[in-house]
C-alpha cells in the first residue's frame, strides 16, 4: 500500500485511467443518463482498484451519484497540479485523499473548501485528530484513512517481542536496525520526543529539536540500514539479515499470516498513525455531491469495510465499528498513537531536511 | 572525391538535425535546470521564479562539500579499478580467437541489459550473512561463521565496477584490436618478456585511449545514485543521492538544480584539466 502512497502514479494506473477516460469520452450516454456525479481523486494502483471495487459502486447504487475515480499520483504533484488548475476555474477531481503535510500546503493557498458538518452528520463518528481544520476553525479536511508504522522483529532472531520504542537504543541491538531514511516520513523524532522527552510537544522549540536530534543521533551505531526501497528491508527483516526496525503494520501482518518470521509490536509509547484525508477542491461546483460522498465515507460499517478490505485503520471511533478483536487488532491498537507533528513538515521543512541529513550522514 | 566548403545555407542541411536534437534535449533541458537553480523556494508550496543565490549560498558548507569530496573520490576509484582490469583483459581478449571474444563480448553486453535495481539487490543478496558469499567460504573451511559484507564502502565499489566494467571493455576494445601487433612481437625480439612488453610498449601505444577511458568511467561513476543507497551507509551517499532526495521528496527543485549544476560544473572542470595535462604531458 505505501508504495502506491510514496512513489509517482504507477503504469498501470496511468494506462487505467487512459482506459477510464477513454471509455467515458466514447459513451457520452452513460454520462447524461447519471444526472449526478463526482470526481473523487484516491492514490493509483491498489488503492484506488480497492476503492473502485468494494466501495465505489455501492455509493453510487445507495445514493445515485457516479463517481469518476481518478487515479493521483502521491506527493506533492497533484498538490501542485490541483492549485494551478483552481487559479484556472477547474478541478481535476472534486474531492482527492490528501496526505496530511499537502493538507497544511493546501490550507496556505485556500485551496481547500471549507466543509460543512452540518452536511455531514457522521462526522461525529471521527476520532476528533481526523479533523483537519483552518487555523480559524473551518474544516478543510475529513480523516479517510489511516495506518500504523509499528516496531517490527523477525521472530527467529528475537524470540521475546520488544515492549518499548527504546529498544532502537539498546546497546545488544547494534547493527541490527532497519529505519527510514527521510525525516518526513520516518517520523523518528516525533518517536524520539515521546519516548524521551513526555511527548511531541517536546518538539515545539528549536531548542527542543535539537536535543531530539542529538538522542536520535545516539541510536546511529544500532542501524544498519536507512532505506528508502521498503522492498530492500521487508526482504531483509524476513531474512533475518536486519531483525528490528520501523515498517508498516498492516503488511508485516500480512507477511506473517504468509507464514514469515516476522511481527508487528505496538510498542507502550504507541506506534506512528499517519493517515490521508478528504478534501474538497474550491473550484469543485459539486459541492452538495462531496458532502454527501464524505458523509457516507465517515460511517463505521465502511470504515469497518475498508479495514477488512484494503488493511486500512479505522478512522472512527472503536466502540462504533463491528470489527472483532482480531480484526481490529489486524489494522490497529487501542494504545494512544504518536501522531507526526506534520506542522513541523511544512514550517521547517528545510531546516529539519538539513539537520536530519547531516546527522545520519555525518 | 574533393571536398569544398559549404557554399549555400543548404549545404548545412545535414546538420539541422542532430543541431535540433542537442537543442531539444539538451540545451533546453539545461538551460531550465540553470533557471530553476535562481529560483526562489517556498517551503509551503513549490517555487517561485526569481533570481536568487539562495540555493548556493546553502550548498556552500562544509557538509555539501565533504559529499562532494567523496562522490568525485569515489568516481576517480571506480574509474581507475574498472581500467586497471579491463585493460589487461581486454588485451588478452583481442589476443584471442574470435569465437572465445565473440562469447566474452556477448556476456559483457549482456551485464548491460541489467538495471541498476537488479544489480544493486543481487550484490546485497550476495553480501548478506543470511545467503551471502561468506556461506561458500564457510562450506569450503576458510571462515568460522558467515558475516555480512554490506553495507559497506567496499560493496559500493565492488557494485560500481561490476556495472561500468562492460563500458570500459566496450571503449578498450577497438583500440586494442587495431593495435599494430608487430610492435609486441619487436619488442619480445628485443629481449622483453610479455608483462614488459604489456607495460612498455602496449600501455604507452594505448595512453590516449585509456586518459578518455578514465575520463568516461569518471563521468560515468558520478552520476550512479542507486547503489550507494542499496549498499552503503549514509555516508557513502554521494551528491547525486542528495539531489534525488531534495528534488522527490523535499519538492525543493531549486535547490536540486544548483547541486547539479555544481556537479556538472566541478565535473566539467576536473575533465578540462585531465585534457590539458595530458596536452602538456604530450608537448614535453
Redesign the interface.
Known sequence: MRDILKTNVSRRAVLGAGVAGASLLAMPAVLRAQDKSLKVGVYGGYFKDSFDKNIFADFTKETGIAIESVAEPT??AWL?QL?QAAKAGQAPADVSMMSQVAM??GQ??ELWAALDTAKIPNATNLIDHFVNKYPDGRIAGIGAVAWYITLVTNTDVYKEAPTSWNALWDPANADKLGLL??V??SFLLEVTAKTHFGGTNALDTEEGLVKAFEKLAEVKPNV???Y??EA?FEQ?LK???IPMGQYYHDVTGLAAADGQPVRSTFPQEGGIMDSGCWALSRASEKVEEAHTFINYMCQPQIQSLLSRKVGTAPTVKRDLLDLTAEEFAAVSSDIEPIIPRYDLY?????WL??KW??M??? | MRREPPQKLADYGPLFFPAGMLIVFFVVPFATMIAVSFFR?D????YSPDFVFDNYA?FLSL?FGK?LGFSLFLAVAVAICCVVLAVPFTYLLSRAKRKTQVLWLVALLSILSLSEVIIG?AW?TLF????GITNLLVMVGIMNEAV?LN?SFGAVLTAMVYQALPYTVLVLYPALVRLDPTLTEAARTLGASPVKAFFTVVVPALRNTIVATLIMVFIFALGSYLLP??LG???H?TLSV?IT??A?????MP?AAAMAVFLVLVTLGLVALTVYAGRKGEAA
Open positions: 506527493g506533492e501542485v492549485e497544511l500546503k496556505s493557498t531514511a527521510l518526513s516520513n544498519r540500514l536507512w528508502r526501497d530492500q531483509s531474512s533475518g539479515e511544512t514550517s521547517k521543512a528545510d531536511n538539513q541529513t547531516e545520519i550522514a555525518g | 523556494r517551503p509551503a508550496g513549490f546553502r557538509f559529499v539487490f546485497s548478506s550473512r543470511t545467503a555480512a553495507p543507497q542499496i551507509r549514509p555516508q551517499w542528495l532526495d531534495q522527490i521528496y523535499q519538492s525543493n535547490f
